[in-house]
C-alpha cells in the first residue's frame, strides 16, 4: 500500500520561508516544554521540599538540554491537600518555595536564558481555606456566598445528584456545611470547593488573577481542568451514561466555551506572544478538540488518549490518526504528553517484565530502556508541541511509596519523586535534619541522575538532548506535514516533511527485529541515520533492531 497522508500541510503562504516563515508561527507551536514540578525539581534550603530557590539553580540542566519552555506547577500559598491545587492565595508564592521577588528573578533569568514560562492556574476551585470560601460559608448572605456552588439537600436530606469525586468515585462531589445547612459543590477533594464561574464577580476576580500574573511578565499559563469552569444550572445526574465515573471527566457543557472565549481575548490582549494551554481531562480527542475553538478559545489543549494507550503500534498509530483526524489544522494544533505528575511514568507504564518469556538474553532493565529512548524519539518527532515531564529525560520510573510515606490522596506520589541531581547518597538533596525528602527517590537513583547520565553521551538524557536540538535544526520536524507509512507488524513509521527537508521516522514496539528491506522496493535501505535511540550511526540496513527507533534522512 502506498503512504497515506493523515494530516493536511501547515506550510505557510507561499513566498513565506527560511526566517519569514519561522516568524509567521508563534513560538509555542515550535517549543518543546518542560514541565517542572517544584516540590520535587531541587531544593534550596534543605527542608526536603523542592522550591523556586532550587529551580533557579538548576537552570544549567534546562539550557544543556535545550527546552524552549517551562510549565510550572503550582507554588501559591496552600494548605498542600493536593499538593498546591488546593490555593487560598492566586497572587502569591507560599513561603514553602520562596518569594514573589523569587519568582521575578527566576522569571528574569528564564528570559536571558530564551526559555518562556507558563504557570499553572487553577480556575475551577480554591482551597477551603481561601478567604473567599472562609467568607462564603459564614453565612448564606456573606458576600462570597454565591461565588461557590450551594444547593439544598433533597427531600430526604441525601446529597443535590449523583456525581462522584476524583480521587475516590465512591463519594460524592458533595459536603454538608452545618453551618449553614446546604451542600456545597466540589469535583475532587471536599478540600477544594468549586467556583462559581455563573457569578460575573467569580469571572471578574478569576480574570484579575490572570492579569497579575501577565503584568509580572509571565508568558502565559496551563488551565487546570478548564473544561470543568462551566456547569449545567440544572446540576443533572451523571448516570447512567456516565458509567460512575468522576464527574471531572464527564464534565463538558457549551457555557464553558463562552468563558474560555473571554480568557482568550483577555490572553491575546496582552499581545500575540502569551499562550494558554489547557487541561482538557475529557475521554475523547473529538471532544478536547472543541475546546481549540475557532482559533478563539485554547491555544492548547491536552489531549489524553495517548497518554493512556499501551505501548504497541497499532493503539500509537490509531491515536496519531485520531488526533490529526481531530485537530483541524487551520485552528488547532496538536500536543503530545507521555507523563505528568498526575500518571504513573510512561517508563512504569510500559513495562512489560510480566509478558517477557525470558528466552532472550534481552534483559527486562535494558528492554525497559530500550523501549523509554524508542517513545523519546516518539514523542520529539510528532506534529505537535510535545511536553516533557521532569526525570522522564533520564528514563526515571515510579518509586516505591509505602506505608506513612504516601501522602497524595489521589495516589500519586510515585511519578512525584525528587529529581535525583548526582550518584552521592542524598542525590543533591542534602537536608536540614539528615532525613530524605519529602518523598523517596525511584529505586535507580544511583545510577539514573542528572550528573551521571550528563557526562555520558550515550544516555537517554543525551538522547532527549539530540532530539531536541534536532528539533530545532529541523523546519520538518517542527512544522512539517506529517505522512504515516504502511510498514510491517510491529513497527510504526512516518515521514517528516517541509521545504526540500524530509525525514523518516521508524519505531520497532517489539524485543525483536522488523525488516523493513522490502518495504517499497527497498525504498529505505542506504538512508543516512540522523538519530537512533541506541546510537548506532550510519546508513539504514533494511533492518529495525529490538525495540529501536531511528530518524533517516530521506
Ligand atoms: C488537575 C491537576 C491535578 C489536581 C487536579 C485538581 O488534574 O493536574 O494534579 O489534583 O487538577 O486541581
Ligand atoms: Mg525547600
Given at each position: 500500500m502506498e503512504a497515506t497522508p493523515i494530516a493536511p500541510t501547515t506550510?505557510?503562504?507561499?513566498?513565506?520561508?527560511g526566517e519569514g516563515e519561522r516568524h509567521a508561527e508563534p513560538w509555542w507551536k515550535r517549543a518543546v516544554f518542560y514541565q517542572v514540578y517544584p516540590r520535587s525539581?531541587?531544593?534550596?534550603?534543605?527542608?526536603g521540599v523542592g522550591d523556586l530557590g532550587g529551580l533557579l539553580s538548576h537552570f544549567d540542566h534546562l539550557t544543556w538540554l535545550g527546552v524552549d519552555a517551562l510549565w510550572l506547577s503550582p507554588f501559591y500559598p496552600?494548605?498542600?491537600?493536593?499538593f498546591g491545587y488546593?490555593?487560598?492565595?492566586?497572587c502569591d508564592v507560599d513561603p514553602l518555595f520562596g518569594s514573589l521577588e523569587q519568582f521575578d528573578e527566576l522569571l528574569i533569568e528564564a528570559h536571558s536564558r530564551n526559555i518562556k514560562v507558563i504557570i499553572d492556574w487553577v480556575p475551577n476551585h480554591t482551597s477551603e481555606r481561601h478567604p473567599w470560601f472562609v467568607d462564603a460559608r459564614s453565612?448564606?448572605?456573606?458576600?462570597?456566598?454565591?461565588?461557590y456552588v450551594w444547593r439544598d439537600p433533597l427531600a430526604?436530606?441525601?446529597?443535590?445528584?449523583d456525581w462522584v469525586q476524583?480521587?475516590?468515585?465512591?463519594?460524592?462531589?458533595w459536603t454538608f456545611d452545618d453551618q449553614t445547612g446546604q451542600f456545597y459543590l466540589h469535583?475532587?477533594?471536599?478540600a477544594q470547593p468549586d467556583l462559581n464561574w455563573s457569578e460575573p464577580a467569580v469571572v471578574a476576580a478569576m480574570h484579575e488573577v490572570l492579569r497579575f500574573w501577565l503584568e509580572r511578565g509571565v508568558d502565559g499559563f496551563r488551565a487546570?481542568?478548564?473544561?470543568?469552569?462551566?456547569?449545567?444550572?440544572?446540576?443533572?445526574?451523571?448516570l447512567p451514561a456516565g458509567?460512575?465515573?468522576?464527574h471531572c471527566v464527564l464534565n463538558?457543557?457549551?457555557v464553558t466555551h463562552g468563558h474560555i472565549r473571554d480568557i482568550r481575548t483577555l490572553i491575546d490582549s496582552y499581545g500575540g506572544d502569551r499562550m494558554i494551554v489547557g487541561?482538557?481531562?475529557?475521554?475523547?480527542t473529538e471532544s478536547v478538540a472543541?475546546?481549540?475553538?475557532?482559533?478563539?478559545?485554547?491555544h492548547l489543549a491536552f489531549n489524553f488518549p495517548p497518554l493512556f494507550a499501551p505501548w504497541r503500534p497499532s493503539d500509537w498509530s490509531a491515536c496519531i490518526a485520531s488526533t490529526y483526524a481531530a485537530l483541524d489544522d487551520r485552528h488547532a494544533w496538536p500536543t503530545w504528553v507521555l507523563?505528568?505528575?498526575?500518571?504513573?511514568?510512561h517508563r512504569t507504564r510500559y513495562d512489560f517484565a510480566a509478558s517477557?518469556?525470558?528466552?532472550?538474553?534481552?534483559t527486562t532493565a535494558k528492554r525497559s530502556e530500550a523501549r523509554a529512548r524508542a517513545a523519546a524519539v516518539l514523542l520529539l518527532t510528532l506534529r505537535g508541541t510535545p511536553f516533557l515531564y521532569q526525570g522522564e529525560e533520564l528514563g526515571m520510573i515510579d518509586a516505591e511509596v509505602t506505608g506513612d510515606r504516601r501522602v497524595d490522596p489521589g495516589g500519586r506520589d510515585g511519578c512525584r519523586a525528587p529529581l535525583p541531581?548526582?550518584?552521592?547518597?542524598d542525590h543533591g538533596w542534602p537536608t536540614v535534619t539528615g532525613l530524605e525528602p519529602w518523598l523517596p527517590f525511584a529505586p535507580d537513583a544511583e545510577h539514573r541522575n542528572v550528573a551521571d547520565l550528563r557526562s555520558d553521551p550515550s544516555s537517554i538524557l543525551s538522547l532527549y538532548r539530540a532530539l531536541i536540538a534536532l528539533r530545532h535544526s529541523s523546519e520538518a520536524l517542527a512544522l512539517g506535514t506529517f505522512e504515516s507509512l504502511d510498514l510491517p507488524d510491529g513497527a510504526l513509521g512516518y515521514r517528516r516533511a517541509r521545504n526540500a527537508e524530509s525525514l523518516v521516522v521508524l519505531v520497532n514496539f517489539t524485543d525483536g527485529p522488523v525488516d523493513l528491506s522490502e518495504y517499497r522496493q527497498g525504498l529505505l535501505i542506504g538512508m543516512p541515520v540522523?538519530?537512533?535511540?541506541?546510537g548506532l550511526a550510519g546508513t539504514f540496513t533494511g533492518t529495525l533492531g529490538a525495540d529501536q527507533a531511528l530518524i533517516l534522512r530521506s
Amino acid at each position: 500500500m502506498e503512504a497515506t497522508p493523515i494530516a493536511p500541510t501547515t506550510d505557510a503562504e507561499p513566498g513565506l520561508d527560511g526566517e519569514g516563515e519561522r516568524h509567521a508561527e508563534p513560538w509555542w507551536k515550535r517549543a518543546v516544554f518542560y514541565q517542572v514540578y517544584p516540590r520535587s525539581f531541587a531544593d534550596s534550603d534543605g527542608d526536603g521540599v523542592g522550591d523556586l530557590g532550587g529551580l533557579l539553580s538548576h537552570f544549567d540542566h534546562l539550557t544543556w538540554l535545550g527546552v524552549d519552555a517551562l510549565w510550572l506547577s503550582p507554588f501559591y500559598p496552600s494548605p498542600m491537600v493536593d499538593f498546591g491545587y488546593d490555593i487560598s492565595d492566586y497572587c502569591d508564592v507560599d513561603p514553602l518555595f520562596g518569594s514573589l521577588e523569587q519568582f521575578d528573578e527566576l522569571l528574569i533569568e528564564a528570559h536571558s536564558r530564551n526559555i518562556k514560562v507558563i504557570i499553572d492556574w487553577v480556575p475551577n476551585h480554591t482551597s477551603e481555606r481561601h478567604p473567599w470560601f472562609v467568607d462564603a460559608r459564614s453565612s448564606r448572605s456573606a458576600i462570597h456566598r454565591n461565588w461557590y456552588v450551594w444547593r439544598d439537600p433533597l427531600a430526604d436530606g441525601s446529597v443535590p445528584n449523583d456525581w462522584v469525586q476524583a480521587f475516590d468515585p465512591s463519594k460524592p462531589t458533595w459536603t454538608f456545611d452545618d453551618q449553614t445547612g446546604q451542600f456545597y459543590l466540589h469535583l475532587f477533594e471536599s478540600a477544594q470547593p468549586d467556583l462559581n464561574w455563573s457569578e460575573p464577580a467569580v469571572v471578574a476576580a478569576m480574570h484579575e488573577v490572570l492579569r497579575f500574573w501577565l503584568e509580572r511578565g509571565v508568558d502565559g499559563f496551563r488551565a487546570d481542568v478548564i473544561h470543568c469552569i462551566g456547569k449545567d444550572p440544572a446540576l443533572p445526574d451523571d448516570l447512567p451514561a456516565g458509567g460512575g465515573l468522576p464527574h471531572c471527566v464527564l464534565n463538558d457543557v457549551s457555557v464553558t466555551h463562552g468563558h474560555i472565549r473571554d480568557i482568550r481575548t483577555l490572553i491575546d490582549s496582552y499581545g500575540g506572544d502569551r499562550m494558554i494551554v489547557g487541561e482538557v481531562y475529557l475521554l475523547s480527542t473529538e471532544s478536547v478538540a472543541t475546546y481549540y475553538g475557532n482559533n478563539d478559545e485554547l491555544h492548547l489543549a491536552f489531549n489524553f488518549p495517548p497518554l493512556f494507550a499501551p505501548w504497541r503500534p497499532s493503539d500509537w498509530s490509531a491515536c496519531i490518526a485520531s488526533t490529526y483526524a481531530a485537530l483541524d489544522d487551520r485552528h488547532a494544533w496538536p500536543t503530545w504528553v507521555l507523563s505528568n505528575h498526575d500518571n504513573p511514568r510512561h517508563r512504569t507504564r510500559y513495562d512489560f517484565a510480566a509478558s517477557l518469556s525470558g528466552e532472550t538474553e534481552y534483559t527486562t532493565a535494558k528492554r525497559s530502556e530500550a523501549r523509554a529512548r524508542a517513545a523519546a524519539v516518539l514523542l520529539l518527532t510528532l506534529r505537535g508541541t510535545p511536553f516533557l515531564y521532569q526525570g522522564e529525560e533520564l528514563g526515571m520510573i515510579d518509586a516505591e511509596v509505602t506505608g506513612d510515606r504516601r501522602v497524595d490522596p489521589g495516589g500519586r506520589d510515585g511519578c512525584r519523586a525528587p529529581l535525583p541531581w548526582d550518584g552521592s547518597a542524598d542525590h543533591g538533596w542534602p537536608t536540614v535534619t539528615g532525613l530524605e525528602p519529602w518523598l523517596p527517590f525511584a529505586p535507580d537513583a544511583e545510577h539514573r541522575n542528572v550528573a551521571d547520565l550528563r557526562s555520558d553521551p550515550s544516555s537517554i538524557l543525551s538522547l532527549y538532548r539530540a532530539l531536541i536540538a534536532l528539533r530545532h535544526s529541523s523546519e520538518a520536524l517542527a512544522l512539517g506535514t506529517f505522512e504515516s507509512l504502511d510498514l510491517p507488524d510491529g513497527a510504526l513509521g512516518y515521514r517528516r516533511a517541509r521545504n526540500a527537508e524530509s525525514l523518516v521516522v521508524l519505531v520497532n514496539f517489539t524485543d525483536g527485529p522488523v525488516d523493513l528491506s522490502e518495504y517499497r522496493q527497498g525504498l529505505l535501505i542506504g538512508m543516512p541515520v540522523a538519530i537512533a535511540s541506541d546510537g548506532l550511526a550510519g546508513t539504514f540496513t533494511g533492518t529495525l533492531g529490538a525495540d529501536q527507533a531511528l530518524i533517516l534522512r530521506s
